[in-house]
């Protein structure tokens, strides 16, 4: 008789273990030859050698399936140790499975661009209304990266710009008053990877969140980093930032240019990049619109309302320069024949 510890690396125990343990149990019922005891992310085994050979390589396929799908049934357990396949391994088009099972996908034509444009470029830049996922569907690449061991880390940043508000006004020390900027990523990753591993990630740095401000001075290996509400940032910003990227990275820049918070008097980094870097090999650019918005549908009353008031915006503002310089024309005229 011999014994092994199997440590849990890859998935949060609580989901492998199942409600009241429910999964573990099964596992125990299928291998009446073993002693098994689990405690924490460790899985004390006792018995035959042949016998605990099988049980680890079931053990490893159905963390596999844990870490994969972020979650496990007893009809997984069941389907897995007898070899069968489950009903997700039948899903295409799939990113990653959020925290409850649910697949992520693209959902939208230039959804699925730019995850194909990921995988033929290393920096990709993901332009869009407010809604079309641009950062959802980012983040989610990043996840799957990290999952399947391509990168060794996730970097998230923002600027972190006032939007009619000031920082320093705000409670609380330098993290209080940064961490309300990142939130959406939070909110991201929360559906993405179950609390526990999350938190796990974001002690060991394995995932880190930061203002773009804490970029600089820093090289980027091994890992997907991704710069969101790019559209506020200044040309040495974001000039900064595209410098960082290191060996086996991609980066991904996501912005809406119709949500500018710089003042007037600077011009968006974001649209200076893109027109800077147009053609060159190795960058894609991807142009997202109204129809890609997957948020409450009246988003996208919302920016079509918006697009219009811009459109007569600039029409009025239009012809009231021709009037100007139609008058200015008219005005010229009449003194040049008073000289006469």
């Not at 009446?32 to 005891?37: E, M």
């Not at 880390?153 to 009619?164: C, T």
């Not at 203002?211 to 290996?221: D, E, I």
């Amino acid at each position: 008789m011999i014994e092994k510890h199997i440590v849990l690396e890859d998935t949060d125990p609580v989901v492998f273990y199942g409600v009241n343990n429910a999964n573990m149990q099964i596992i125990k019922a299928l291998y009446p030859k073993l002693r098994i005891v689990a405690r924490g992310n460790v899985i004390k085994v006792m018995g035959d050698e042949e016998e605990m050979c099988a049980f680890e390589e079931h053990i490893q396929a159905l963390e596999m399936h844990c870490a994969r799908y972020n979650t496990l049934t007893e009809e997984d357990v069941l389907h897995i140790i007898k070899g069968e396949k489950t009903f997700r391994d039948n899903q295409e088009g799939v990113i990653v499975y959020s925290t409850n099972g649910k697949p992520i996908t693209a959902r939208s034509e230039n959804q699925q661009k730019l995850v194909k444009a990921y995988g033929e470029n290393d920096l990709l830049f993901a332009v869009g209304p407010a809604g079309s996922g641009k950062t959802y569907t980012s983040i989610a690449l990043a996840v799957r990266a990290l999952k399947n061991k391509e990168i060794r880390k996730i970097i998230l940043s923002r600027p972190a710009v006032e939007a009619g508000e000031k920082l320093g006004f705000l409670p609380g020390d330098m993290k209080d008053k940064i961490d309300p900027y990142l939130q959406p990523l939070y909110d991201a990753l929360q559906d993405m990877l179950p609390a526990a591993k999350l938190q796990e990630y974001m002690e060991q740095n394995i995932i880190q969140i930061a203002p773009l401000a804490f970029m600089r001075g820093r090289t980027l290996n091994d890992a997907v980093v991704i710069l969101d509400e790019a559209q506020n940032t200044t040309t040495a910003q974001i000039k900064m930032f595209i410098t960082r990227m290191g060996t086996n990275t991609k980066m991904i820049i996501t912005g809406d240019c119709t949500q500018i918070d710089l003042p007037s008097s600077q011009r968006s980094g974001l649209i200076e990049a893109m027109h800077i870097l147009k053609g060159v090999k190795g960058i894609a650019f991807i142009e997202m619109n109204k129809k890609d918005i997957v948020r409450h549908k009246l988003v996208t009353r919302i920016v079509e309302a918006y697009e219009k008031h811009t459109r007569r915006t600039e029409e009025t503002r239009k012809q009231r320069k021709a009037e100007q310089e139609e008058t200015a024309t008219v005005f010229a005229d009449i003194m040049g024949l008073g000289d006469n």
